[in-house]
């Protein structure tokens, strides 16, 4: 059997989209599985069918209906996995760089939910569809390192509140175009689709959300600097577009900095690093290092070499 809400719109909630209203009303509900829970018939207000672009008015009551997980449609396949950690909830993975996180349009195949499919079986959260089963957060294609994996629900759901109330570390380490002369900074501009080019996001100021990135300098190759990017929130392609934003694209992302390619790099020079974050259900602290990919280090040897001599 499924799981049934029914939910109250307060005057707080007044004209806000309803799949919006649901993502932050329900616990480990992500704002496109509430607009699938839409389309498919699952949402009522005030017992009609809700409308996808429905504007919530205070004093109407919302009918949810989240049905039981149907049989996954990605297929398993037996490709290598690097786990750093794992137990009966979850694992945490090191994602190469060049990997597709679950399948999508022009990627059925080759991607880590068809690799988690054949090492874990039926055990991975179904909260996320049957093509994201287990997906707590992304990382994309082109960045390498760290992520968690849910194997059952109710660790889905406690990470996914962990992520939304800030608490779940994630830091990364970069390298970006310039000599950035601040050791630290930080980023605070919202992020949104671009209104040019829906494939990409953007600072924007409407209909964003807030995306916050802390920034220190590790080490500096005259014209690129070597970075570690701390998340507050995580918002898509947050570090990219912020150091875009700031005029400090990272080296190889061709979509948000220089259309040129720098030599030695394929796709942006962006890895996820470090994880942490509370057990979901014993309630631990566990935290992860991940160590420099060889895609990174040797970029760095590169800059290293062409900046103090070989």
Not at 130 to 142: A, E, F, M, N
Not at 262 to 291: D, M, N, R, Y
Request: aromatic fraction near 6%; charged fraction near 25%.
């Amino acid at each position: 059997m499924g799981n049934a809400y029914i939910l109250n719109i307060s005057e707080d909630s007044q004209g806000r989209r309803i799949d919006s209203f649901l993502s932050d009303s329900i616990e480990g509900l992500s704002r496109s599985a509430a607009a699938r829970l839409i389309e498919q018939g699952n949402v009522k207000i005030d017992s009609v069918l809700a409308a996808k672009n429905h504007k919530c008015r205070a004093g109407e009551v919302v009918s949810v209906l989240i049905p039981p997980p149907v049989p996954l449609e990605a297929q398993a396949e037996n490709i290598p996995l690097d786990i750093v950690y794992e137990d009966s909830e979850l694992l945490v993975v090191n994602k190469p760089k060049g990997m597709v996180v679950h399948p999508a349009a022009g990627n059925y195949t080759g991607t880590l939910v068809n690799a988690l499919l054949y090492h874990c079986g039926d055990s991975l959260s179904g909260i996320n569809g049957v093509l994201r089963p287990g997906i707590v957060h992304r990382i994309d294609k082109d960045t390498s390192g760290l992520l968690i994996v849910a194997k059952t629900d109710r660790a889905h759901i406690g990470l996914a509140a962990q992520i939304k109330e800030h608490s779940f570390e994630r830091a990364y380490e970069c390298v970006a175009h310039g000599n950035i002369k601040e050791d630290s900074l930080t980023v605070s501009q919202p992020i949104g689709r671009n209104p040019k080019d829906r494939k990409k996001m953007a600072v924007v100021y409407k209909n964003s959300k807030p995306a916050v990135t802390h920034i220190s300098v590790l080490k500096r190759y005259g014209s690129f600097t070597h970075l570690r990017c701390r998340l507050e929130t995580g918002r898509t392609h947050q570090i990219r577009v912020h150091l875009s934003y700031i005029g400090h694209p990272i080296a190889g992302d061709e979509v948000y900095g220089p259309k040129k390619p720098v030599k030695g790099l394929c796709g942006q020079c962006l890895h996820a690093k470090h994880i942490g974050f509370t057990h979901p259900v014993t309630g631990k602290w566990l935290e992860f290092e991940s160590e420099l990919p060889e895609y990174f280090t040797d970029f760095l040897n590169a800059l290293e070499k062409s900046t103090h001599g070989a």
